[in-house]
């Protein structure tokens, strides 16, 4: 028997694919922001290449908002 990690739920057009300046507003912050981001790897958000351009799947910002919910105003992590 092949046990599965569940998957998240799909959201309708989790695969769409945003520009920088789409992204940008979901996450509100500015397409330099996430240049910024992309160039220096401060945060681990997936992005794609499209020849020279970026891009980003609905899902993926979605998902990486849901990582990174606090249940509280404390961000020490306790041994």
Do not use: C
Not at 33 to 38: E, G, Q
Not at 42 to 49: D, E, G, H, T
């Amino acid at each position: 028997m092949n046990a599965q990690t569940p998957q998240p739920p799909t959201l309708p057009n989790s695969g769409e694919l945003l520009d920088d300046q789409q992204a940008a507003k979901i996450l509100g912050v500015t397409p330099g922001t996430l240049s910024v981001w992309r160039s220096t790897g401060r945060y681990r958000l997936p992005f794609v290449k499209v020849g020279h351009k970026v891009r980003y799947r609905r899902g993926d910002l979605e998902a990486w908002l849901a990582s990174r919910r606090h249940e509280n105003g404390s961000l020490a992590q306790t041994p």
